[in-house]
C-alpha cells in the first residue's frame, strides 16, 4: 500500500484550517498523524514552535537560500509540496487550501486513490487555454503546456522531486521572464518528463461545478452530497474576497 499524508497550505492556523483539519478525520478517517499544516510563515515568523504536524515553508526556503519572485506564496504553490516532502516521508501527498468543502458522498476521496499510480492528479487537468494568461509563461518549459486548478492535488514522491529540481533551477536562472504559476509549471514540467498526469474530475466522479479559483462561495451548511467546493467561505472571509476583486 502507497503510505500518504495530507497537508493544509496555509499562512496561519485558525478557524479555517482547523475546521478542514477536524473534517479530515471525521469525515474521511484520515488518522491524525497523517494531516500537516504547510505554513507559509515568511511574512509573520516561525511562530508555532516544535509541532510535529507543522511544517515551515520559510524554513525550507531559508535552508534551500532560494531567491524567491515577489508573492512567491501565491505564484508558487508548488513550494509548499517540497517542504512538505522535506519534513515528511511518503509515497504519496495530498496539498489542499483551507478554503475547501466537501459534500458527504465524497468521503472516500482519499482512500479510494490511495494506490492509484498516477503521479499528478488535479481539478481539470489538461492542454492549457492557448490564449491563457499563464500559458505563455509554460512556453519557456515547452512547446506543449498544460494547467489545471490547484486548491486540491495529489503528487507522487518522484513527481515532487522532479518539480523540485526544476524549480529551483529556475529561481537561479538570470532570465527576465515571467515566473510560471503553480498550476502551470507544475502539468507542463510532468507532462515534459513522461509522468502519468490525470484530472481530477474525471477519476473521482464527483462534482466540481462549484469549484471556482476566482468566484467566492458563501459557505451555508446545505451542501450538495457528491460536491466539492471553492472557496467555501465565512460571511466576512466571502465579503472581503469579493471587495477585493474590485480593488
Known amino acids: 500500500d502507497n503510505r500518504f499524508a495530507i497537508g493544509i497550505r496555509c499562512h496561519q ?18 488518522n491524525k498523524d497523517d494531516i500537516f499544516f504547510i505554513v507559509d510563515d515568511s511574512k ?16 525550507y526556503t531559508e ?12 505564484l508558487c504553490g508548488d513550494l509548499f509540496y517540497y517542504a512538505f516532502k ?19 458522498n465524497c468521503k472516500n476521496i482519499f482512500l479510494d486513490l490511495k494506490n492509484n499510480d498516477m503521479d499528478f492528479i488535479a481539478p481539470r487537468f489538461g492542454p492549457a487555454n492557448p490564449n491563457g494568461y499563464w500559458t505563455k509563461t509554460g512556453l519557456n518549459i515547452s512547446e506543449n503546456v498544460y494547467s489545471c486548478s490547484f ?17 529551483i533551477k529556475s529561481f537561479s536562472s538570470k532570465s527576465n521572464s515571467q515566473c510560471p504559476n503553480d498550476e502551470t509549471f507544475v502539468s507542463t514540467i ?11 474530475v474525471l477519476m473521482s466522479g464527483l462534482n466540481f ?23 467555501f467561505l465565512p460571511w466576512e472571509d466571502y465579503l472581503a474576497k469579493f471587495q477585493s476583486r474590485f480593488e
Not at 534551500?64 to 519572485?69: F, H, I, V, Y
Request: charged share 25%; with cysteine.
Open 63 to 74: 535552508e534551500k537560500k532560494l531567491n524567491l519572485p515577489n508573492k512567491f506564496g501565491w
Open 44 to 59: 509573520t515568523g516561525k511562530c508555532y514552535g516544535v509541532n510535529n504536524n507543522v511544517v515551515s515553508l520559510s524554513e
Open 209 to 231: 461545478s462549484c469549484f471556482s479559483t476566482t468566484v467566492p462561495l458563501l459557505n451555508t451548511s446545505i451542501k450538495n452530497a457528491n460536491h466539492i467546493y471553492h472557496p
Open 13 to 30: 492556523i485558525s478557524t479555517e484550517e482547523s475546521r478542514i483539519y477536524n473534517c479530515l478525520q471525521d469525515n474521511f478517517g484520515i
Open 190 to 200: 510532468l507532462m515534459k518528463n513522461n509522468l502519468k498526469c490525470s484530472d481530477l
Open 151 to 167: 486548491p486540491i492535488t495529489r503528487m507522487s514522491k518522484e513527481a515532487i522531486s522532479i518539480c523540485e529540481e526544476h524549480r
Open 86 to 104: 522535506s519534513r515528511v516521508d511518503r509515497d504519496i501527498y495530498w496539498l489542499l487550501e483551507p478554503d475547501i468543502d466537501f459534500g458527504r
